[in-house]
């Protein structure tokens, strides 16, 4: 069925809104972009570039599946454009969906041979699906094509580091844009690695609380070395940190803008292993490094169940993070095979909307819920200290829990595991001797993870003493170049 054609009357109104939409969408006006773009397609729905930019303004505010049927139908009106087949990819591969963008990207590229994105949408697609060496040459690639790419450079840092090549890792990550709005509330130049001594230093805050945790460890360090420490994190760290060794000053996020201090430079915290030359077989990882308030910690201990081995457990991360539908549990119920453990006290260690699920557990699994008292993470490590073990998905608890040297199970899922765990290992040079990492074998399947970790509390609360596990490989034998 062919559609009837419209008036030049028509065809003139839906290009003028055409061009409107675009004009809003390039001044950051989304929602007035696509109002002027449906209008646009409702005089003319032949209007195969209004459905394209209507594609993308609907993915830019997460309307997924609308964003991808108007790629797909602009694609099938005009299969020869490349950039919507770009978005298209783009959009799968962000939907955890690398199988079905691998063809896309593909076609992207016999559409646009030259664009250093459609090499980078390739070879992150090739990563997800585990073809790395082919993920490499995609991204050197796109490299060779715009040098100074940052998703380029990012995606090839998580590569490099997830293979423990940690020289060229980190200095792929020096192209990361997340910190740059900090840094220009910081009114002094960049510290570049050069002799910290006698230097009031400002370390500003990056990523997520996991993030701050496992890398707040270089900060005494940089005070072995003279420098005085300011550091900026997220209101929910700012007490934690307060006790961390050389810190003169913790600064929350939010109050930044406003703070002054005498700093002499300022460094972003995760590169602060590129300025100490961080190797697999050289992380500084005495444990422990962070410390829990006595008074905190007693008052915790009064709360928690007199018998049996305590065991944290936390199931979800931020809804927010990429990859939290891979990395998440989908609900307490999927730990219940814990609860049939005996001599084990399960503690509630989950905050945000899944803290609740802890005050309705399945049946015949008895937890003690006390997520929702937790105010920060101060309180956190307090309650932490008091457990015999932690059993947590990649989220932050999963960090401090080790940080503080309480022994800890990280359940860890196989589509995109993050680059700090190492490819093949059961352990964690981050956190040595208290990080044990059990990993799915197969994409979604957390029962089979779940029986494993049963099977192992079961033989712990019976007499054996948590441990790490045994590293798969050597430290140090992933090799160091690019």
Same mark, same amino acid.
């Given at each position: 069925?062919?559609?009837?054609?419209?008036?030049?009357? &028509?065809?003139? +109104?839906?290009?003028?809104?055409?061009?409107?939409?675009?004009?809003?969408?390039?001044?950051?006006?989304?929602?007035?972009?696509?109002? !002027?773009?449906?209008?646009?397609?409702?005089?003319?729905?032949?209007?195969? +570039?209004?459905?394209?930019?209507?594609?993308?303004?609907?993915?830019?505010?997460?309307?997924?599946?609308?964003?991808?049927?108007?790629? +797909?139908?602009?694609?099938?009106?005009?299969?020869?454009?490349?950039?919507?087949?770009?978005?298209?990819?783009?959009?799968?591969?962000?939907?955890?969906? /690398?199988?079905?963008?691998?063809?896309?990207?593909?076609?992207?590229?016999?559409?646009?041979?030259? &664009?250093?994105?459609?090499?980078?949408?390739? =070879?992150?697609?090739?990563?997800?699906?585990?073809?790395?060496?082919?993920?490499?040459?995609?991204?050197?690639?796109?490299?060779?094509?715009?040098?100074?790419?940052?998703?380029?450079? @990012?995606?090839?840092?998580?590569?490099?580091?997830?293979? =423990?090549?940690?020289?060229?890792?980190?200095?792929?990550?020096?192209?990361?844009?997340?910190?740059?709005e900090l840094a220009a509330h910081a009114h002094c130049p960049r510290w570049r690695g050069e002799a910290p001594a006698g230097r009031h230093l400002l370390v500003l805050c990056e990523a997520g609380h996991g993030d701050m945790i496992?890398?707040?460890?270089?900060?005494?360090?940089?005070?072995?070395?003279?420098?005085?420490?300011?550091?900026?994190?997220?209101?929910?760290?700012?007490?934690?940190?307060?006790?961390?060794?050389?810190?003169?000053?913790?600064? %929350?996020? $939010?109050?930044? %803008?406003?703070?002054?201090? *005498?700093?002499?430079?300022?460094?972003?915290?995760? #590169?602060?292993?590129?300025?100490?030359?961080?190797?697999?077989?050289? @992380?500084? $990882?005495?444990?422990?490094?962070?410390?829990?308030?006595?008074?905190?910690?007693?008052?915790?201990?009064?709360?928690?169940?007199?018998?049996?081995?305590?065991?944290?457990?936390?199931?979800? =991360?931020?809804?927010?993070?990429?990859?939290?539908?891979?990395?998440?549990?989908?609900?307490?119920?999927?730990?219940?095979?814990?609860? $049939?453990?005996?001599? @084990?006290?399960?503690?509630?260690?989950?905050?945000?909307?899944?803290?609740?699920?802890?005050?309705?557990?399945?049946?015949?699994?008895?937890?003690?819920?006390? =997520? #929702?008292?937790?105010?920060?993470?101060? *309180?956190?490590?307090?309650?932490?200290?008091?457990?015999?073990?932690? @059993?947590?998905?990649?989220?932050?608890?999963? !960090?401090?829990?080790?940080?503080?040297?309480? %022994?800890?199970?990280?359940?860890?899922?196989?589509?995109?595991?993050?680059?700090?765990?190492?490819?093949?290992?059961?352990?964690?040079?981050?956190?040595?001797?208290?990080?044990?990492?059990? +990993?799915?074998?197969?994409?979604?399947?957390?029962?089979?993870?779940?029986?494993?970790?049963?099977?192992?509390?079961?033989?712990? /609360?019976?007499?054996?003493?948590? *441990?790490?596990?045994?590293?798969?490989?050597?430290?140090?034998?992933?090799?160091?170049? $690019?």
């Amino acid at each position: 069925m062919t559609l009837p054609p419209i008036s030049a009357s &028509a065809a003139a +109104r839906a290009e003028r809104l055409y061009h409107q939409g675009i004009a809003c969408l390039e001044a950051g006006q989304g929602q007035q972009a696509e109002a !002027h773009l449906r209008q646009a397609l409702v005089l003319a729905p032949q209007l195969t +570039r209004a459905r394209a930019n209507l594609g993308y303004v609907l993915e830019e505010r997460g309307a997924w599946a609308e964003a991808e049927a108007a790629y +797909r139908r602009a694609l099938a009106e005009d299969p020869g454009l490349g950039p919507v087949w770009l978005n298209l990819g783009g959009l799968l591969l962000s939907r955890g969906r /690398a199988e079905e963008a691998l063809p896309v990207c593909l076609q992207t590229l016999t559409l646009l041979p030259g &664009a250093a994105a459609a090499w980078v949408n390739l =070879g992150a697609a090739c990563i997800c699906l585990e073809d790395f060496a082919q993920g490499e040459r995609c991204l050197l690639k796109a490299l060779s094509l715009e040098p100074d790419r940052p998703s380029a450079h @990012i995606n090839l840092a998580y590569l490099l580091l997830r293979q =423990g090549r940690y020289e060229a890792g980190w200095e792929c990550l020096e192209a990361r844009p997340w910190y740059r709005e900090l840094a220009a509330h910081a009114h002094c130049p960049r510290w570049r690695g050069e002799a910290p001594a006698g230097r009031h230093l400002l370390v500003l805050c990056e990523a997520g609380h996991g993030d701050m945790i496992q890398f707040c460890r270089y900060l005494p360090l940089l005070e072995a070395r003279g420098a005085r420490l300011s550091l900026v994190c997220q209101p929910a760290l700012v007490r934690l940190f307060a006790a961390l060794p050389g810190v003169e000053r913790v600064i %929350p996020l $939010a109050d930044l %803008p406003g703070a002054r201090g *005498d700093w002499d430079a300022w460094v972003p915290l995760m #590169s602060l292993p590129r300025h100490f030359a961080t190797r697999v077989d050289s @992380i500084p $990882a005495a444990l422990p490094y962070l410390q829990a308030g006595a008074p905190e910690r007693q008052a915790w201990r009064r709360r928690l169940p007199a018998a049996g081995l305590r065991v944290g457990l936390a199931w979800r =991360g931020n809804p927010r993070f990429e990859n939290d539908g891979e990395r998440s549990l989908p609900g307490l119920w999927t730990l219940a095979p814990l609860a $049939a453990v005996p001599g @084990i006290a399960l503690v509630s260690l989950q905050k945000g909307e899944a803290e609740e699920e802890a005050l309705w557990p399945p049946a015949g699994m008895h937890i003690a819920a006390l =997520g #929702s008292e937790l105010t920060d993470f101060a *309180d956190t490590a307090a309650l932490i200290a008091n457990l015999d073990l932690v @059993i947590a998905v990649d989220t932050a608890v999963a !960090h401090l829990a080790a940080a503080l040297g309480v %022994p800890c199970w990280l359940l860890l899922p196989r589509y995109k595991t993050d680059w700090r765990w190492l490819e093949g290992r059961q352990d964690s040079p981050w956190y040595p001797g208290v990080m044990r990492l059990f +990993r799915q074998e197969r994409r979604g399947d957390w029962d089979e993870v779940v029986a494993r970790v049963a099977g192992e509390l079961a033989a712990w /609360a019976a007499g054996a003493t948590p *441990d790490s596990g045994t590293p798969a490989l050597e430290e140090g034998a992933h090799g160091e170049g $690019a």
